[in-house]
């Protein structure tokens, strides 16, 4: 059964970029049918979708944040990957890595998610 | 971007009860509706996609109905482990969106 598990720094500083790793395990992530990309859940608030890309590089992005993220797959080493530049305390959140479930690049929904992890933006 | 508002904020119901859920979209979003279920520290879990079609493995009390801006989770009779946050997110346009959230407490 496939599975995604985020991983990376808790703690980021305003200004500076935020990066995190989905690892992809029981499956594969060149698989067609499906977007690999990050939503998230600021405290006390619901979720926002941040961008989903395909192992072959179509990408989607949520247009108030698109001009800060990049959403990268390494096929390689069956992960993928989020950066959010410039980021301020707004930017506080748990990020959840996601499989979007697509037919012929047409969503259809979040199928498998990860558990998510807390990532706070403060000096 | 289409909104998705979610109906009660709250809904405090006793196991064996029927959960009825609402969401409603800004615009038509025909059936393009999925419904997903949250837990503190728990990987959501999909539940419904195209407005009432269960995912894979999802108990026949969970059921989904609607079409246009008006949408419905119903749980029919609430077990212990129902008890969480429930989301609708549309897939008719990007960007995907998702509602705010209703939250079934005992």
């Known amino acids: 059964q496939l599975q995604l598990q985020e991983s990376g720094p808790g703690l980021v500083k305003p200004s500076e970029t935020l990066s995190l790793t989905c690892t992809v395990s029981?499956?594969?992530?060149?698989?067609?049918?499906?977007?690999w990309g990050w939503i998230r859940q600021p405290p006390g608030r619901g979720l926002e979708w941040i961008g989903s890309?395909?192992?072959?590089?179509?990408?989607f992005y949520y247009p108030s944040l698109k001009s800060r993220v990049t959403i990268s797959v390494d096929a390689s080493k069956n992960q993928f990957s989020l950066e959010l530049s410039s980021v301020t305390a707004a930017d506080t959140a748990v990020y959840h890595c996601?499989?979007?479930?697509?037919?012929?690049?047409?969503?259809?929904?979040?199928?498998?998610w990860g558990q998510g992890t807390m990532v706070t933006v403060s000096s | 971007e289409i909104v998705l508002t979610q109906s009660p904020a709250t809904l405090s119901l006793s196991p064996g009860e029927r959960a009825t859920l609402s969401c409603r979209a800004s615009q038509s979003i025909s059936n393009y509706l999925a419904w997903y279920q949250l837990k503190p520290g728990q990987a959501p879990r999909f539940l419904i996609y195209d407005a009432s079609n269960r995912a894979t493995g999802i108990p026949a009390r969970f059921s989904g109905s609607g079409s246009g801006t008006d949408f419905t989770l119903t749980i029919s009779s609430l077990e212990p482990d129902d008890f969480a946050v429930y989301y609708c997110q549309q897939r008719h346009s990007w960007p995907l969106t998702f509602g705010g959230g209703t939250k079934v407490e005992i």
């Open positions: 890309m395909s192992y072959t590089g179509t990408s």
């Open positions: 029981g499956g594969s992530i060149s698989s067609s049918g499906y977007f």
């Open positions: 996601a499989r979007l479930w697509v037919v012929t690049d047409i969503p259809i929904a979040f199928d498998i």
